[in-house]
């Protein structure tokens, strides 16, 4: 194999497709980039065995083939010749990179070795702005589970219909973003892995242009500027919303979302490290009072607010409230309420196509 390439071109595609690329595995061959030079192109491969990145670049092919490299050393190495014409080719020592007056050699693998991409995967399909899938993702997203407890709560549900919902949960908060479709093949529901949303949601624009995702078999695909991204998906029974958020409340509140955050993220300064991160919210007489005790030191600040209903004084995670309050977008929003112990709802005032269901905490304080 040998071709030669613009180095900022070649950087770039390395950079995204490493993104795939398999940590702490018992597989070397999965934490490696395959390369394979045919014709005037380059096409770069990386898969984990969940999530796999293909990307294909514009080169000058001097001699077709393909090998296997290790994928973060290239990564990193090639970053650091995004401004070089480079050649790449095969060599005794392995791969050599050829660069102004100076070449290197990093070890490669056979490419027989390297898993098969599938990329026929067509059977289910929805088209939609890729401005509107990268808001929604990025609105749900973050609420995903981390650990390995209860996995199918790492990914999100996408129920596809009349409109896109999407719903993610991690057994103390609960979001769901819902949006615009402009088509779709037929109605199912599929659950993505997290990690797939975050990596299709940098790839994707804030404008107009339409995106296409594509499942069949207990797989995704989309396709973005030269490059294929397939999925696993999770298989199992997701948490039904329709369990979990409540149909009526006993309070609500109307409050401005600039000035509760301020307040809040004030009041989250001297709860940093605590192990539960409580802020309590006593709301009455026309406001809400927010509050913080630690070892450092307290805070105590009230913020008006609409009050509808009955009184209460509710514990939460400081950063789950945080969160929500950054997730929305509008001046004002409406905390809706069942108690002091009961999950209760955060959303925009207006514009109702996105929640935040929280749990409170019972405060021993």
Do not use: W
Not at 37 to 53: K, P, Q, R, Y
Not at 121 to 148: H, P, R
């Amino acid at each position: 194999m040998k071709f030669v390439c613009d180095g900022l071109t070649l950087s770039e595609a390395v950079t995204r497709v490493s993104k795939a690329c398999a940590v702490r595995t018992t597989a070397p061959i999965l934490e490696c980039i395959k390369m394979s030079a045919h014709n005037d192109e380059v096409s770069l491969f990386a898969t984990d065995g969940e999530l796999s990145i293909q990307k294909t670049v514009r080169a000058e092919v001097l001699e077709e083939g393909e090998l296997c490299v290790p994928g973060k050393y290239f990564s990193d190495f090639m970053g650091k010749l995004s401004g070089e014409e480079v050649t790449l080719l095969t060599g005794e020592k392995g791969l050599e990179i050829r660069y102004s007056d100076s070449n290197s050699f990093l070890q490669i693998m056979n490419a027989d070795e390297f898993p098969r991409i599938e990329t026929e995967i067509g059977e289910n399909s929805f088209v939609m702005k890729q401005g509107i899938l990268k808001k929604i993702v990025n609105e749900t997203v973050f609420c995903c589970a981390q650990d390995d407890s209860r996995p199918i709560l790492k990914g999100c549900l996408l129920e596809c219909r009349d409109q896109l919902e999407v719903t993610a949960l991690d057994g103390y908060r609960l979001a769901l973003s819902c949006a615009e479709i402009l088509s779709k093949s037929g109605e199912f529901s599929i659950i993505c892995p997290a990690r797939t949303l975050t990596e299709i949601s940098r790839l994707l624009s804030d404008g107009d242009e339409e995106i296409t995702v594509y499942t069949q078999g207990g797989m995704m695909m989309v396709k973005i500027d030269e490059m294929i991204l397939v999925s696993r998906l999770y298989q199992g029974e997701f948490i039904r919303k329709e369990n979990v958020v409540p149909a009526e409340f006993m309070t609500t509140v109307n409050v401005s979302r600039a000035e509760l955050a301020a307040s809040a993220e004030r009041a989250a300064i001297l709860i940093r490290g605590d192990k539960n991160n409580l802020v309590t919210l006593d709301i009455r007489n026309g406001g809400i009072q927010i509050s913080s005790n630690s070892e450092i030191g307290n805070v105590s600040e009230t913020v008006k607010a609409e009050i509808g209903g009955k009184e209460l004084k509710i514990s939460m995670n400081a950063k789950y409230l945080l969160d929500a309050l950054r997730a929305l977008d509008e001046e004002e929003v409406i905390f809706s309420f069942n108690g002091a112990y009961s999950p209760f709802i955060l959303q925009n005032k207006e514009k109702k196509d996105n929640l935040y269901l929280i749990l409170p905490v019972r405060n021993a304080a």
